[in-house]
């Protein structure tokens, strides 16, 4: 069960990227038809934004996730040994390189990861996780981070958030180009068939980017789930993470949050309690119990 879960999560995340890739080049499409009068010339210049924003967001990823949520490196190991001898037992179990740890002053237990790879990764927790949480559930807490950064979940979650923006740009910078007059609108205004495919190119352009957005939430849902088999991987204990979720979900909102990183969070620290849909960060608490149960 733990590693048919691991393996259709990783299936999931696969479909997910390409679609997401292809839903880019069909909108880079949609503009340089409806602009420039060649789809191609659009979904060139698609790639190459995409790219670009790409690789300027995952460069810079860490260092603006952590100032945003006030996190603190933690530098010696006596001001939190458990948490340091946590972190560094699971780096060895899981064969990666022992994370930098951040501290971030908030009551509220809740932690995530970043990092674009193994070798330049980070773990923050909240000052609420080491004091309400026992050895057991943080262990299960830090072996699901762990997991996020050795299954490059961070790395994802930074280009679909990229890939989510250049999406909105480009529908942007479409609607606004066809408002002020496109090449291919004047040009096909006799032609039935240049008519329908310009209605299918403006309804892509209206509906691309919240298109974009439910694909990068079903990304971060799924990869949860994910890091939530592998920490069961490394611990052998689905009653610690088990644990931990309870008290994470039913603890106060975090003050000190950034909205633009609830996602990366093991728990949306924001504490919205509506139903899980396709607009949710994460998924249910209970859906994520249930799975554990099963292991």
């Known amino acids: ?95 990666v390189p022992m994370p930098k740890i951040y501290v971030i002053d908030d009551q509220s237990p809740n932690a995530f990861a970043s990092g674009n790879s193994p070798d330049k990764a980070s773990v923050a927790v909240t000052t609420g996780l080491m004091e309400r949480l026992n050895r057991e559930e943080i262990e299960g807490v830090i072996a699901h981070e762990i997991s996020h950064i050795r299954n490059f979940d961070i790395r994802l979650s930074t280009i679909a958030l990229a890939l989510t923006a250049v999406v909105a740009l480009l529908a942007n910078i479409g609607t606004r180009m066809l408002w002020f007059g496109g090449g291919r609108r004047r040009s096909s205004k006799n032609d039935n068939n240049g008519l329908i495919l310009m209605v299918i190119s403006i309804m892509l352009l209206v509906l691309a980017p919240l298109a974009a957005t439910m694909a990068q939430l079903a990304l971060s849902r799924n990869r949860e789930y994910l890091a939530d088999a592998s920490a069961i991987e490394l611990t052998r204990n689905p009653y610690g993470l088990i644990s931990a979720l309870k008290k994470i ?12 990183s609830a996602a990366l969070y093991i728990e949306n620290p924001f504490k919205n309690k509506e139903k899980q849909s396709f607009m949710s960060t994460h998924p249910s608490t209970e859906s994520r119990i249930e799975r554990l149960e099963k292991m």
């Open 1 to 95: 069960m733990l590693f048919e879960q691991i393996e259709q999560n990783k299936r999931k995340t696969v479909v997910l990227m390409l679609g997401f890739f292809l839903l880019v080049l069909v909108i880079g499409g949609a503009v340089g038809y409806l602009n420039f009068n060649s789809a191609v010339n659009g979904v060139i210049m698609a790639a190459v934004i995409a790219l670009m924003y790409m690789a300027l967001m995952v460069a810079n990823s860490t260092k603006v996730v952590m100032k945003l949520n006030k996190g603190k490196e933690l530098t010696q190991k006596q001001d939190y040994p458990l948490l340091w001898n946590v972190v560094e037992e699971l780096s060895l179990v899981a064969r």
């Open 249 to 260: 979900s039913t603890s106060p909102p975090m003050e000190k949050a950034d909205p633009t």
